[in-house]
C-alpha cells in the first residue's frame, strides 16, 4: 500500500472545469472517501488516480512516484466501477482468480485458492462460486466485481459507488465488512460516493468537493462537528441542517448572515414560539418541521411525541453555526 | 375523493399467484402507502384498483361503488407515471389544459379551471412558460397539475421518486406530501423505500409474497409489528432477532434467555419452543451491571448517534446509542433492553406474540 498524493490537478471537458486546482494527500492506509452531489468532480478524481484521465495540468504521484505517462495497468491500481464489469464466460471463481494469474505476480495455486476463498466469504458469495458470472443477480455480480479488486495486493483501491445498486441490507453488511478489510489490512482506499452514510461511516477522511474543488478535507466527525461553509455543513446530518437568515435569533456576530442549526443544536422548550408545521414519525425517531417568523426548519423530538400541527413549541439555538455573505463559516 | 375498499382481492397470472386475498381500506383524502419488496405485489394491486389489470376473484369498491372488473377509465381516478413525464413541445399551460381539450370541456371553464389548479399548486406565474427550463420542483407540480385538473377521485402513484439522487428526492417528496396536504385527494403510492413510506404515509399497508402482513398507521407498525418479516423490513437499522429457546406463559412478564431473565410485556399468549427476542436498535443500553454480554464488532460514526454492532450469546445485534459514548472494537459490554419495547415472536410461524403493549395493535389490524 502507498500514500497517494494529488498536486494542483486541473482538468477540463470543453467548456467544463471538471477538476480546479485539486490538491489533497491520502495518506497510507486511509480510507478516503470524496463527497458531492453529481458532476462536482468526484468520478474525475478516481479517474486522474487510475490514469483512465490525465490532468491537464498538476502531478499526481503514488508512493513517491509520479504517474506522468504511466498507463492505468503499470499504476498497480485496482478499481471497482459502479457498474460492474465481469467476464461473462468465465465462473465467479475464474474472474476472482484471474487478477492473480498475472504471469507478473506469480502466484501459487494453492494461495489462490485461498485468497478466493477468504475474499467469496466476506462477500457472501462462497455458494455460487461455480455459477456462470451471468447467471447471478445484480447485486451478487456487484459483489464479485468488489472481490476481484480485493483479492489483488494493489497500491490503492479505487472505488465509485460500488454499493449504490445493492439493497440496502447487503448495503449495511458490506460497508461493515470494507471498512473491517481496510482497517484488517492497511489497505488505502479512495472511494467515491453521495451516500452520506457510507462516507461517514467507512471514511478515515472525507473530501468535500464542490464545482471542482476541494472545500474541505478531514475526519467525518470534523466535518459534521466544524464545517467549514454551508456546502460543507449540508453534505453531513439527516435531516440536513437548517439554514437561517442569522438575525431570525438574538446573538449574531456582527457579520454573520446565516445561521445553521443540526436538530442538536435546537433547544426545544425555550425561547422564541415556533409553530408545528408537520410531525413524521420515523419509527426511531420523530421529524418536527416547524416554523419560525415565516421560516421553516426540521428538527427532532421523541418518537412518540403528543405535539401535533399547529402547537407551538419553544425554541432557542445552542451553539449554532454562523455563515458570511459567502457561505463560510463565521464562527 | 373518495374511500376506496379492497376485499379479498386475489390475483393470479396464470399459474403464479401474485395477491393472495388481500383486504384493506383506504379511506377518504389518505395519503397511502403501498410498501414491500420487489416481487411483493404491491404493483398489482395498485394496478387492480386502478383498473390497468382485473382481479381474479375479489371486491375493489371506490366511494362505495363495486369496481373490481371496470376498466380503466370508468373509475375515475388518476394514474402518475414517471413524474417528469410532460409534453415538451406545450408551454405548461397547455400540459395541464390538454386532458379536458381532449374531453373536449369549453375553452372558458377550461382556462378557469387550470387557473385554480395552478393557483393550488403555486404555479400561476409559470403557465406561460415551456416546460424545457423548468427545475425539478416544477416539473412534478405541473405532472401533478395536469393529473388534478380532471378533479379525479383518487391518485395512484408507482415509485414515482424511484429514479431520483437522495437529495433531490428528499426534496420532492417533501414537496409532494405538502401537496397531498394542501388538496386532501386520496392518494395511493407504492414504494419498496421504508423510509419514504414512513415519511409520507397516513398509513402503510405491508406486502410479501403477495400477502398482506401488516396495515396500519407507521409509528404503531414501527414499534408493534406483526411479524418478523415486518420488524425486519421496517426500520434502519432493522429490528435486532435474539433467537432462543424457552417458554413464555399467558401472563408472563419476563423471559428467561441465555440463563439471564428479561423483563417483557405481560403476554397474552403463551408459547414454547423457537423463541425470538426483538428489539429496536435505539432500545438497547449499555450497562456494566447487566449479566447479559456481548462483543463490540464495529462502530458506525452517524453524527449525532453512532451504531455499534455486539456479537451476543444469541446473535449479532445493532444498538444506537449517542456518539458522545465511548466504545472500543473487541469491548465487552453489558446490555439491557428497554423491557416496555420488546416484541417476542413465534419461531415457527415467525408471528408476534399479543401482549399487554401490542394487542391494541394487533387485535384490530
Known sequence: MAEVILKNVSKRFGGTQALDDVSMNIPDGSFVVLLGPTGAGKTTTLRMVSGLDVPDSGDVSIGGHSMKGLTPAQRNVAMVFQQYSLYPHLTVRENLAFPLKSPLLKTSPSEIERKIKEVSEVLQISHKLDNKATALSGGEMQRVSIGRALVRNPAIYLMDEPLSSLDAKLRADLRIELKRIQANSGATLLYVTHDQIEAMTMATHVGVLDSGKVVQFGSPRDIYENPVSIYAASRLGQPRINVLPADLFQGAPAKAVSIGLRPEQIVQGKGDDSIVTRVEHLGDQTRLHLSIKNHDLITVTDAHTELRTGDIVKIQPHKPFYFGADGARLA | ?365
Open chain 2, 1 to 365: 375523493m373518495a374511500q376506496i375498499m379492497i376485499k379479498n382481492v386475489r390475483k393470479d397470472f396464470g399459474s403464479f399467484n401474485a395477491v393472495k386475498s388481500s383486504t384493506f381500506t383506504i379511506e377518504d383524502g389518505e395519503f397511502f402507502m403501498l410498501l414491500g419488496p420487489s416481487g411483493c405485489g404491491k404493483t398489482t394491486t395498485l394496478r387492480m384498483m386502478a383498473g390497468l389489470e382485473l382481479p381474479t376473484s375479489g371486491e375493489i369498491y371506490i366511494d362505495g361503488e363495486e369496481v373490481g372488473q371496470k376498466p380503466a377509465s370508468q373509475r375515475d381516478i388518476a394514474f402518475v407515471f414517471q413524474m417528469f413525464a410532460l409534453y415538451p413541445h406545450m408551454n405548461v399551460g397547455k400540459n395541464i389544459s390538454y386532458p379536458l381539450l381532449s374531453q373536449g370541456m369549453p375553452k372558458a371553464a377550461v382556462k378557469k379551471k387550470v387557473s385554480e389548479v395552478a393557483e393550488i399548486l403555486g404555479i400561476t406565474d409559470i403557465l406561460n412558460k415551456p416546460v424545457g427550463g423548468l427545475s425539478g420542483g416544477d416539473r412534478q407540480r405541473v405532472a401533478l397539475g395536469r393529473a388534478i385538473v380532471r378533479d379525479p377521485k383518487a391518485f395512484f402513484m408507482d415509485e414515482p421518486l424511484g429514479a431520483l439522487d437522495a437529495e433531490f428526492r428528499e426534496h420532492m417528496s417533501q414537496e409532494l406530501r405538502a401537496l397531498h396536504d394542501r388538496m386532501k385527494a386520496t392518494t395511493v403510492y407504492v414504494t419498496h423505500d421504508q423510509l419514504e413510506a414512513m415519511q409520507m404515509g397516513d398509513k402503510i399497508v405491508v406486502m410479501n409474497h403477495g400477502v398482506v402482513e401488516q396495515f396500519g398507521v407507521p409509528q404503531q407498525i414501527y414499534d408493534w409489528p406483526a411479524t418478523k418479516f415486518v420488524a425486519k423490513f421496517i426500520g434502519s437499522p432493522s429490528m435486532n432477532f435474539l433467537d432462543f429457546n424457552g417458554m413464555v406463559g399467558i401472563g408472563s412478564s419476563s423471559v428467561n434467555m441465555h440463563g439471564v431473565e428479561f423483563k417483557i410485556p405481560r403476554s397474552r399468549e403463551g408459547a414454547k419452543g423457537q423463541l425470538t427476542l426483538g428489539v429496536r436498535p435505539e432500545h438497547i443500553h449499555f450497562s456494566d451491571t447487566s449479566k447479559y454480554r456481548g462483543r463490540a464488532i464495529a462502530s458506525e460514526y452517524l453524527g449525532t448517534t453512532q451504531i455499534v454492532t455486539i456479537a451476543t450469546p444469541n446473535g449479532v445485534i445493532k444498538a444506537r446509542i449517542p456518539s458522545g459514548q465511548k466504545v472500543e472494537v473487541e469491548e465487552t459490554i453489558g446490555l439491557e433492553f428497554d423491557a416496555r419495547t420488546v416484541t417476542i415472536f413465534e419461531g415457527e410461524r415467525n408471528r408476534a406474540l399479543i401482549s399487554e403493549a401490542n394487542e391494541g395493535v394487533l387485535k384490530h389490524g
